[in-house]
């Protein structure tokens, strides 16, 4: 058997069963939602013989679900649909992998899984466990046992992501080291500058600066521009609607794979190489709308913004790292200069000028240093740059000079080489 990578998932899953005694509520409601499960199989059946053999989504098959479930069974909390639809698309594409074809599975048992929003556990005084399960709104069922498993009390510190509630057991799945908020804070802080073309990072350790580092995206790049190409003959040569929408998203789908792997190797590689660090992102929520509502924006700068990962390259550093990882905010880390605190001009986009210091500083290398100390300020150890002696054994790294292959990194503009001056 293969082993599984460690980092296969986002937390490790956990599973314990228990027996108990099903009420007739209980029951009741597992025949319900078997019927519930019949009709979303029909429904989802239906949809992908109409949709060239592909399964709809669940939440494609809810909206075709809902107004039947909330009739039939209105006296039931609403959010059960979520469960049901989401086990019958399960089942459909478990059948068309087995049996290499599309088909309506038959189901039997009485099973069904409860959303974490729809129960609540607690441990009694007397060693036993309760749990409040929400059937209808405002009217709850209870389910009491006593746990015997030999890792329950390891396992129940996690959080319960969902309940298999069948007619005999009951079927915890725990998920192991997905809460950030209980990670310690790693001894050393990397704050990074998320570009389209680059990852910049300054490091502190030690109450001091560290040389910064600089991590390419051009293989991402390239592989977002091929598959552009693609997909732009695709739509030009190919004039059957049908075939160009399926060719279409499997483009899309090799793409993402493709980028998903590139951002796995270098996430892995990152976090190997920083041990016990706690990583600083800015908290970019929201951006691609707010430069969309400005008045200067290009084509081509939304096109970057649209297929810019940046989220999924923090989601893979958060649970791969087993420090804390902190999000700050990113208003004045390209605008404000972290070594005086004066105001930056950019003559170019890869050059930061500060007219308090009298220098240029590369943009992105600046931005990092920047998120760095907002960071250390929100963990309680504020950092003066000026005032340190490790800036200046490395504040030439953090000058602007166009060597190397880090010219064309900042963006696809012109670069003016702006000679530095000395202070």
């Known amino acids: 058997m293969a082993k599984k990578h460690r980092w296969g998932s986002e937390g490790e899953k956990r599973t314990i069963a228990v027996k108990y005694r099903p009420s007739q509520r209980i029951l009741k409601y597992l025949v319900d939602m078997r019927g519930a499960l019949v009709m979303a199989l029909s429904q989802g059946y239906i949809l992908a ?13 809810r909206g075709k679900v809902k107004p039947w479930f909330y009739s039939a069974y209105g006296a039931y909390a609403k959010h059960h649909v979520n469960p049901v639809c989401r086990a019958a698309v399960a089942l459909l594409r478990a059948y068309k992998k087995r049996d290499k074809r599309l088909g309506l599975p038959q189901v039997r048992k009485l099973a069904m899984r409860i959303d974490s929003e729809l129960f609540r556990l607690t441990e009694n005084d007397d060693g036993t466990v309760s749990i409040r399960v929400t059937l209808e709104p405002f009217n709850y069922e209870y389910i009491t046992f006593t746990p015997c498993h030999k890792k329950w ?17 009951l079927f ?7 809460d950030d908020r209980h990670k310690p804070l790693g001894k050393r802080f990397m704050g990074s500058d998320l570009n389209f073309q680059t990852v910049d990072s300054s490091v502190f350790s030690d109450a001091r600066l560290e040389s910064p580092g600089i ?21 030009l040569h190919i004039r059957n609607p049908k075939k160009r929408y399926r060719m279409l998203t499997e483009t899309r789908g090799r793409q993402k794979n493709r980028v998903k792997d590139a951002l796995q190797q270098l996430s892995t590689r990152i976090v190997r190489e920083n041990p016990d660090t706690t990583f600083i992102f800015e908290n970019l929520k929201g951006i691609r709308n707010r430069v969309e509502k400005r008045e200067t924006r290009s084509k081509k700068l939304r096109t970057y913004l649209n297929r810019w990962p940046y989220r999924m390259f923090q989601r893979m550093v ?85 060597r190397g292959p880090e010219a064309g990194r900042a963006g696809r503009t012109e670069i003016v080489n702006a000679p530095n001056r000395s202070v």
């Open 172 to 178: 915890f799945t725990f998920t192991m080291g997905v």
């Open 49 to 61: 013989k109409n949709g060239d053999n592909r399964l709809p989504s669940p939440i494609v098959l």
């Open 153 to 169: 009390s390891e396992y129940s510190a996690a959080r319960v992501s969902e309940i298999l509630l069948t007619e005999t057991r």
């Open 318 to 402: 958060e649970y791969k790292d087993r420090c804390r990882t902190l999000h700050v905010n990113p208003r004045g880390t390209s605008s404000e200069c972290p070594v005086c605190g004066g105001k930056l001009v950019h003559p170019a986009w890869a050059v930061s000028h500060c007219k308090t210091c009298g220098v240029d500083y590369d943009r992105n290398r600046l931005a990092s240093l920047a998120i760095l100390l907002q960071g250390l300020r929100l963990c309680g150890q504020p950092f003066a740059v000026s005032a340190g002696a490790s800036w200046q054994s490395v504040k030439h790294e953090y000058l602007y000079a166009l």
């Open 215 to 235: 991590e390419t995206l051009r293989r991402i790049d390239q592989v977002q521009n091929d598959f552009s190409r693609r997909r732009r003959r695709l739509q």
